[in-house]
């Protein structure tokens, strides 16, 4: 297995404009997280999914964030539109490989994708 | 919400110091993990602790999780260049069922040589 990629993994695009991060978890891992890390703020959890049903997405900033699960092998994270305030890293992590009703396990991260709003 | 604060935020030593990194969560947690992140790169995964007063070693480094599961901390003994990084704690608690994974402020480390 490739692990967890995300795209692209550089972003650079204009205020206003719409974008999408695109995530392809490890296969058989049912928790799928979202987070977004700056200097200013950490790595902060957006939303995570447990077999493709999101379950929490009270990490979310705005209505201007979502983000969507179709099938257990892709996730999207939709900023529309976007602002300057929302250049970060985005990180999709993939876990629950060795999943107890309680434990997601080790999660493994994607590479990230770098988002500069202009 | 939840919260998840890890003090020092930034920490300097000479190679081969020793360096320790706090945890303490707002609330009572499950399980605790820890991650490292290296410049330009993603968290890794480094060690689970499940239990109440859990100590776990891996070479160097010791993890301990507190008797009442809201603090934990990593200590990493004569830190070596290969140590920098920022390393993070990752407080999972029971959310509906569901598992909820909360990241804390993470501890940069430099390592002089």
Redo the contacts between chains.
């Keep these: 297995d490739a692990g967890v990629i995300q795209s692209p993994r550089h972003e650079v695009t204009e205020m206003g404009q719409e974008v999408t991060l695109r995530c392809k978890p490890i296969s058989g891992h049912d928790?799928l997280?979202w987070?977004r890390q700056t200097m200013m703020r950490?790595?902060e959890?957006l939303i995570?999914f447990?077999n493709n049903v999101p379950?929490?997405d009270?990490g979310m900033p705005e209505d201007r964030f979502s983000a969507k699960m179709p099938n257990a092998s892709f996730s999207t994270l939709k900023i529309q539109p976007s602002e300057p305030r929302d250049s970060a890293v985005y990180?999709c992590?993939a876990?629950g490989a060795t999943w107890t009703?309680?434990?997601?396990?080790?999660?493994?991260?994607?590479?990230?994708s770098r988002l500069t709003v202009l | 919400g939840q919260q998840v604060m890890q003090i020092p935020q930034y920490q300097h030593v000479q190679e081969g110091e020793d360096f320790t990194t706090y945890c303490n969560s707002s609330t009572t947690l499950s399980n605790i993990q820890w991650y490292k992140q290296r410049p330009g790169g993603h968290p890794v995964f480094l060690i689970q602790l499940v239990k109440s007063g859990e100590v776990k070693k891996q070479k160097r480094l010791t993890f301990q999780f507190g008797e009442a599961k809201k603090n934990s901390s990593l200590h990493i003994t004569a830190t070596q260049t290969t140590d920098v990084g920022t390393y993070f704690c990752a407080g999972l608690t029971d959310s509906g069922g569901y598992q909820k994974v909360t990241f804390g402020t993470g501890t940069k480390l430099q390592v002089i040589p």
Aim: hydrophobic share 40%; no cysteine.
């Design positions: 928790y997280f987070y950490g790595l959890l995570y447990n379950i929490d009270s990180f992590a876990g009703p309680l434990n997601t396990g080790e999660l493994f991260f994607g590479e990230g």
